[in-house]
Structures are given as structure tokens and as C-alpha cells.
């Protein structure tokens, strides 16, 4: 089976946020870069795919400039088969459908097909969760939302999601795109130092897609207004009956709001 | 060297120089414990700290202190004695330690344990033996804890001031030449003059945060990780070298052995070898005896390919752990995935991509030895220095920790005599300048024991505080 990986890095929120541009490009080289947890999720869902069958190629696939090389060979550090950053200048990522088109057409000039695409389930700091449909339907493939969990059974490879209810487990034939968010399951693993050592040293492609047209244009990327809050926080302190008391009696008019 | 009289003052401001009677440069263990010390002793204290906080490296710190002959030990049947740390310091540091700071250790360790516990210290309840011991005497604290409780107990006396974000940039000799008497301090966006007319005490770490210092010493560190506090920098070094001081012990600069080389989250050392795990290579092999002090293990991991390599062990060792100590606490980080677990050691070495035939044959002829009681290639006896029998690692599931170096601290640095004054290049005291901590060389030598770094800390800064209080330092 031959595996897609698509990630994309957010801002590391152990560090204070930089806002110097509205330019989204801009913004991430002002600020450190890491895998969010749903990256994490897809990568991981890759090498446990590769865990069951041997003969699985992973491709993996950053999105971004050249600040986002270090999570290049952060992916590669997991002994995939190829790296690659897509180059985002071209991407127009704070719209969802041309950003779609741009990681599609990406997807197309592979060298070879990949059977499975796996994207986290938010793509970037700047997707809210529509990038992976958008991109199956870019694909014209399927969509598996939401995959949480990846076993073969047999030569078919099961990918596993909680319903609202019950587990639910596809059976897939390929191609498809999965969007993947995180789970206890598949919290990606410690590279080897070896690999990581080696991937230190390795070179990748830099691939490039025409510029898409947006259909909206960006006017301005601006701080989050502060909120504030309407009393200050506090401690209930005395005896545990107290606290209990004083937090049922803050409470009470919530009820009302029900 | 800045004389107190070029020392930048604006005669209007009465801020722009204060007097005091001792001087501490530095709020980790070393610093608080002078200063709680000086002050029970009556000296007005001032503790300046570079960073916003105190703690510095002592509060990220393993939380072990190694003591002999303590209460906790002999609760737990362990016998231990000053006669037995001494001859263990002396021989995990190879005999390049000092003799005479060494006994100072060991003359001020047990007083200096009785008085942390009178000062509200929380020791764990057992001890574990570790790197260099050859009785069970790392005592277990909170690192972070025991600094503040003794700052708070400082503060309390109404003797003891701190000032935080405030850098001591140059000492100052009165007259020029004379006894070391007030320090030139960058604070608060301005430059002051602090006077202490009983001593001043650099108790202002190492320099593992200062890549530069390291590489003039120890290139061979260059890729290896560094953990420490954020104002370890080697300020005081500096400030002290400016006026001639001697320094020892840069040669034996070591990373400490078992830092998971990829985790960001948790960064003290796993030392699964010390109960009873071998150490091997990225092909398979073992390259040490894995008893050694964890400094002489960095050194040998840091030669091996990639300077990385794997603790690997059984479920017996595994269960073995305790999770009070945070070197030997396996089960988190079994929890927190950072081990590697297989049913077979040859789905272990897949994992780790070792060659499978190496590992086994490796693991095999390791039982051997145990059962035989020699270990024909490095000559292993112990667990950990002279303490503990080996055990086989048989029993599945099989586990491999990945390790590296890391440094934590640099373990060298000015030559002190018994009372904790800074010596010159020829031996004699620098009047008025005391050091404690990690910026003292000579205890530790060419290795380190478990618990002796911090321990030392509040030992020697103890043991200087006493020197200021009796007028010694001038």
C-alpha cells in the first residue's frame, strides 16, 4: 500500500504568539514551528499501517516555506520512504477550496498514486476542519472522517473511528482520503536517534504547484481581542461543606439558563 | 578587577549602593542555605538572582542528596558511615578530587541533613543506591520544595533580602587590591554597587548554559544535550577569574548517561542499568560496564555511533524501578511511551533496528556471565558501583530505553580551601570572596556520585556562611 501523509505544522503554543504581518507565510516564520496533535495522529496512522505490512511506502508531505524544513526531516526522521515540502506561497491556505485544489494537484504529480491520503483532521493553524473534504472532493475520492485507528485483517486494511454510539470500522479499497484526529492510540511514536541523525542529513523536494485563485482575498490577519472576564478568578476556600455550598450557590443561576 | 571607588554612583540616589554584612551571588540550594545560615548567625544577608525566579538548577534538579549514617538509612538497615562516603568519593572521582574538600563534605553531611530536616526538609522515606555508592544513600527530596521552603525560612528571620533580576557583573577589591568587598550588580535597568563587609559567596552555578565556556573545555560535548537552569553561565567563574582564581576539574566535564535522546517533556536521566540493565550500541553490542558512575557512561555512550544507545531489560528489572526516585522511576516513562516493549528481545531489536542475531547473542552471553559471576568483557560485579548482584534479563516482556548524554552541570570550577575561600593561582585566599555550590571545583574530581552535587550545594553553603559569621573570609 502506498501512503500520503499531509501535514502542515502549527505555531508551538509554548511559545508566545508573534503577529509582526498579516501574511499567513509571514506569520509562521515568525514563530516556532510543531506538529499539531492531529499531524501527529496521521503520521502515527501511517507507521501503524506500515507496522502490519511491511511492504507499505510512506510519502510524507509538509506544507509551508523553508521555515517548515526542520519538521521535513522531523517527519523524515521516521525512516519514510520519501519527503517532501510543498512549497504554500501558492496556496491561498485561509481559503479552503483553493487550498484543496493546490494539495491536489500536489497529490497528482507524484510519482506514483497513493492508495490512502491522511491528513489530521484540522490542516494548519489556519483550517477549522473542511480542508479534508474539500480535498477528497478535489480528489473525487472517498472520505473517511475522523479516523482514529488503522489494523490490517487479512490483505484489508480496517480504519477505525468511535461512532456516536458504537465503533465503527470501514474496510477500505483504495483510493481514499482519511482525515485523522488524535487518540491514546495513535500518539506518534519517538523517532530512533539513528534516523533522526540520519534524516539531519538527508535531502528532499521541493514541490511547487500553480498559484490557485482564491476565491476570497486575505485583508488582514489581526490578534484575537482579549476577553475579559466579568469578575476575577478565585479560590473557595474552608471546609469542603463550605466549598461545596459556595460553588452550588454560584451555580444556581445557571440552572435557570438550561 | 573594578575598584569599589570606580564603581558607577549617583551620590543622590541612595539606592545606587547598599551595605551589608554578606553577600550571596545566586538563589539555588547553595545560595539559600548560606543565606539561611548567615542569618541565623546574625549577619544581614542579601541574595541577588539573575533570574525572575529562584531554584535555578538545584529546583531542576533529581532531587537526590547523598548523606551517610542518616536515620532514613538505618531505618531501611542500611549501614553506611562518613569512613564509607569518604573512601566512595574518593574513588568514583579516581583520586583527581581534592582530599581536603572532600572531607569537608564529609565532616559538614551529616550535621548539614539534620539541620535541612530541622528546617522542615521532606525526605522520602526510603533511599536508593545510585552512581558511585556503594551503600543506598541517595535521600530523595523535592528539589524545587527544599529551596523554597528554606527561602522561606531565610525570609523569615528578617535578616535575609533577594533581589531577583539582578545580574552581579564585576566584583570589587577595596582599594583595588585589597579584600574582595562589594559587587557591581546590573539590575532594574541600571547598574548598582552592593558592600558586604563579612564576605561575599558566589553560589552562582555552572556554565552548562553557556555553549561557548563548554566547547573551550569539552568539544567532545558539542552534540550532547544540556539541561540546567536558565542563569547557568558561569558569571561567578568569570567574576572570580578576573581576580586570579584558581579552577579545577574542566577536564572531567561529562554528560550524565540515560536522557532519552528524542523526549522533550522529561528531562532527567533513566538509569534502568543501575538495576540491573545493560547498555548496547546501535549494533547490538555492549560497550561498558554498566556499574560505573553515569558521568563515565556519558563519556562512552557520547564514543558510541550516533552517541546514542539503548538501556535494554526485562520485566523483572522493569518492576524493580521506584517511582519516589526519579532516575530509577520506569513505570512513567513506560506510561509516557518511552520505552520500547516487545515479547521477543528479536522483535525488540526490529523495533530499535538493531541486528536481531547481535542482540540475542549479546543478551545471552550477558546470562552467561551472571551465572557465572565474572563478566569476561568489562569486568561488570555490581548493579551500580559496589552495591548489588546482578540479575539475567530474561523474563519477557523485553524493553529498550534509548539513551544519551546530557549535561546538567559542569562540576568543576574554583579551587576552595576547607572554610570555602576562593584560592588564587598560587594558592592563597582571595580575602572576602567564599564560593559554594556548583561553581566549586575538586569535590567531585573525574566522576560523580549520586546526590553529592546537590547535596554539596547545601553543605559548602552552609560551611561558608559560618566562614562569613566568623570574620574568616577577610
Redesign the interface.
Known amino acids: 500500500m502506498k501512503v500520503a501523509v499531509l501535514l502542515a505544522g502549527v505555531a508551538d503554543p509554548r511559545h508566545p504568539l508573534t503577529l509582526r504581518s498579516s501574511r499567513p507565510p509571514e506569520i509562521r516564520r515568525d514563530n516556532p514551528l510543531v506538529f499539531s496533535p492531529f499531524d501527529e495522529a496521521a503520521l502515527e496512522l501511517a507507521l501503524k499501517i506500515r507496522d502490519g505490512r511491511r511492504d507499505t511506502a510512506i510519502t510524507a508531505i509538509v506544507a509551508g516555506g523553508a521555515e517548515s524544513d526542520a519538521l521535513v526531516r522531523k517527519a523524515a526522521a521516521h525512516?519514510l520512504d520519501s519527503v517532501a515540502r510543498l512549497e504554500s506561497e501558492a496556496l491561498a491556505i485561509w481559503d479552503v477550496g483553493a487550498t484543496a485544489h493546490g494539495l491536489a494537484e500536489a497529490l497528482r504529480g507524484l510519482a506514483t498514486r497513493p492508495d490512502l491520503v491522511l491528513i489530521g483532521r484540522e490542516f494548519g493553524d489556519f483550517d477549522d476542519g473542511a480542508l479534508a473534504p474539500c480535498l477528497a472532493a478535489a480528489l473525487g475520492w472517498p472520505l473517511f472522517d475522523l479516523a482514529q485507528f488503522a489494523r490490517w485483517e487479512g490483505d484489508e486494511l480496517i480504519l477505525v473511528r468511535d461512532g456516536r454510539s458504537a465503533e465503527e470500522r470501514l474496510g477500505l479499497r483504495p483510493p481514499w482520503v482519511a482525515s485523522v484526529t488524535n487518540d491514546r492510540r495513535n500518539?506518534l511514536?519517538?523517532?530512533?536517534?539513528?534516523?533522526?541523525?540520519e534524516a539531519r542529513r538527508r535531502g528532499f523536494d521541493v514541490l511547487t504547484v500553480a498559484p490557485v485563485v482564491p476565491s476570497a482575498t486575505l485583508k488582514a490577519v489581526a490578534p484575537a481581542r482579549e476577553r475579559t472576564r466579568r469578575e476575577p478568578c478565585r479560590f473557595l476556600t474552608g471546609s469542603v461543606e463550605n466549598q461545596v455550598a459556595e460553588l452550588a450557590a454560584y451555580l444556581q443561576p445557571w440552572r435557570a439558563l438550561r | 578587577m573594578t575598584s569599589i571607588r570606580s564603581a558607577s554612583r549617583d551620590p543622590d540616589d541612595a539606592t545606587d549602593e547598599r551595605e551589608v554584612d554578606f553577600l550571596v551571588v545566586g538563589a539555588g540550594l547553595a545560595g539559600v542555605s548560606a543565606a539561611l545560615a548567615a542569618a541565623e548567625a546574625g549577619l544581614r544577608t542579601l541574595v541577588l538572582e539573575k533570574q525572575p525566579e529562584i531554584g535555578g538548577s538545584s529546583a531542576m534538579s533529581g532531587g537526590c542528596l547523598a548523606f551517610a549514617g542518616t536515620d532514613i538509612q538505618r531505618a531501611n538497615g542500611i549501614e553506611d558511615s562518613d569512613a564509607l562516603l569518604f573512601a566512595d568519593l574518593r574513588e568514583v572521582g579516581r583520586f583527581e578530587n581534592d582530599e581536603a574538600t572532600v572531607r569537608a563534605y564529609v565532616e559538614e553531611q551529616l550535621s548539614t541533613y539534620a539541620w535541612l530536616r530541622a528546617h522542615g526538609a521532606e525526605f522520602g522515606s526510603m533511599v536508593e543506591a545510585a552512581s558511585g555508592q556503594s551503600a543506598p544513600r541517595s535521600h530523595i527530596v523535592d528539589p524545587a520544595d527544599l529551596v523554597r521552603s528554606l527561602w522561606a525560612r531565610a525570609k523569615s528571620t528578617g535578616a535575609v533580602r533577594l533581589i531577583t533580576s539582578a545580574r552581579a557583573a564585576r566584583l570589587c577589591r577595596e582599594g583595588g587590591g585589597g579584600p574582595v568587598a562589594a559587587v557591581e550588580v546590573d539590575g532594574d535597568g541600571r547598574r548598582f554597587t552592593v558592600r558586604a563587609s563579612r564576605g561575599i559567596l558566589l553560589a552562582s552555578g555552572g556554565f552548562a548554559g553557556n555553549p561557548g565556556l563548554v566547547h573551550r573545555f569539552a568539544p567532545q560535548y558539542d552534540e550532547a544535550q544540556f539541561v540546567c537552569g536558565a542563569g547557568s553561565e558561569g558569571d561567578g567563574l568569570r567574576m572570580a577569574w578576573s581576580l586570579g582564581a584558581d579552577f579545577r576539574d574542566t577536564a572531567y566535564i561529562k554528560g550524565t548517561y540515560g536522557k532519552h535522546p528524542i523526549d522533550e517533556t522529561n528531562h532527567h536521566a533513566c538509569l534502568a542499568v543501575y538495576k540491573g540493565a545493560i547498555a548496547v550500541n546501535q549494533n547490538g553490542v555492549r560497550y561498558v560496564d554498566e556499574s560505573i558512575s553515569y558521568k563515565l557512561l556519558g563519556d562512552a555512550c557520547m564514543a558510541q555511533p550516533f552517541a546514542s544507545t539503548y538501556q535494554i531489560l526485562d520485566r523483572d528489572i522493569l518492576e524493580s524501578g521506584d517511582d519516589r526516585v526519579r532516575i530509577l522511576d520506569f513505570q512513567r516513562r513506560l506510561e509516557e511511551g518511552l520505552f520500547i516493549e516487545a515479547d521477543t528481545l528479536e522483535a525488540l531489536a526490529e523495533q530499535a533496528e538493531i541486528p536481531a542475531d547481535a542482540l540475542a547473542q549479546t543478551v545471552a552471553r550477558y546470562n552467561a556471565f551472571v551465572a557465572r559471576g565474572a563478566d569476561d568483557d568489562f569486568g561488570r560485579k555490581h548493579l551500580v558501583h559496589n552495591h548489588g548482584a546482578l540479575r539475567k534479563i530474561e523474563r519477557a516482556p523485553f524493553y529498550a530505553y534509548p539513551s544519551t548524554a546530557v549535561v546538567f552541570g559542569t562540576y568543576c570550577g574554583l579551587c576552595v580551601d576547607r572554610s570555602m575561600q576562593v584560592l588564587d593561582v598560587f594558592g592563597a585566599p582571595i580575602p572576602g570572596l567564599l564560593a559554594a555550590g556548583e561553581v566549586v571545583g575538586g569535590l567531585h574530581g573525574a566522576a560523580y556520585m549520586t546526590g553529592s552535587a546537590l547535596a554539596k550545594a547545601a553543605i559548602f553553603g552552609r560551611i561558608a556562611a559560618r566562614t562569613a559569621a566568623e570574620g574568616g573570609a577577610r
Do not use: F, G, S, T
Open positions: 525512516r500518539r511514536r519517538h523517532p530512533l536517534m539513528k534516523n533522526v541523525m
